[in-house]
């Protein structure tokens, strides 16, 4: 089965409040877009990656690039946009399947990734890394209104993996619709398609806030160890 790797990394990261859109923030010294596209170059068997980069971005230069099967294509103006752009830029090599990983989670473990895969290819259906609440969660404002069980409730993460074709006809239809989508398993969704949980580890993180900089590099060095 051949697989693709996608990269939505044309967000502007309006929550860290940064001079530069946050996948250019140095993490170590080194850019957390490095960070991730590195991390995703050590992954066997896939084909091609997508970067997908903001028009108005003036950080992004081809040397940020891992190898020879690192592209890129513009990104629109919403995450899922970005994703559906992508995919058309991947359509000439027609993968069979195709991973979505976000340019703001670094972090993810390989183990979790290659786990997703196998997954993924031996029941046939799409998946993605996910983690069981751990807190007690609450609906309301200003005031509570309800505690909401938790025994169901799961975190979705990226990577998410689907098949290239199913994917593609899922956003398109979505996004036509008008529809709220927020990762690849929401279009999956709305479309009845199964979407497989696999529980993985908790640190991979979305570096969104300022807070999240200073964990981020400690989990970095633990890592390392
Ligand atoms: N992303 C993208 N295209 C967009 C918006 C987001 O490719 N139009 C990417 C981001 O670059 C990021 C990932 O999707 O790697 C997850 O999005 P998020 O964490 O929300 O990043 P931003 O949208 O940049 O941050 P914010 O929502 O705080 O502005
Ligand atoms: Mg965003």
């Known amino acids: 089965d051949k697989l693709a790797v996608i990269i ?21 010294g080194k850019p957390i877009l490095v960070h991730t596209l590195e991390k995703l170059a050590k992954l066997d068997g896939v084909e091609q990656f997508m970067v997908a980069v903001s ?20 990104g629109g103006k919403e995450r899922a946009d970005s994703v559906l752009l992508a995919l058309r830029a991947l359509a000439s090599s027609k993968p069979d399947w195709v991973l979505v990983h976000d340019a703001a989670r670094p972090l993810v473990a390989l183990e979790d990734i290659h786990h997703l895969i196998a997954k993924c290819v031996n029941e046939g259906q799409g998946g993605i890394l996910a983690a069981r609440v751990k807190d007690t969660i609450k609906c309301g404002a200003e005031l509570v209104q309800k505690t909401v069980p938790r025994e169901s409730l799961w975190q979705a993460f990226t990577p998410q993996m689907f098949k290239y074709e199913e994917l593609l006809a899922a956003l398109e239809l979505g996004l036509a619709q008008g529809a709220n989508i927020t990762d690849e398993a929401s279009a999956m969704e709305l479309q009845k398609k199964p979407v497989q949980l696999i529980a993985a580890r908790t640190d991979n993180i979305k570096i969104t806030t300022p807070e999240d900089l200073p964990l981020a590099e400690f989990i970095i060095q633990q890592q390392g160890k």
């Open 8 to 28: 939505p990394a044309a967000g502007v990261g309006s929550r860290m409040q940064a001079q530069v859109p946050k996948q250019y923030i140095p993490l170590l």
């Open 55 to 74: 028009k108005e971005d003036s950080y992004f230069t081809t040397s940020l690039l891992p190898d020879s099967r690192f592209g890129h294509c513009d």
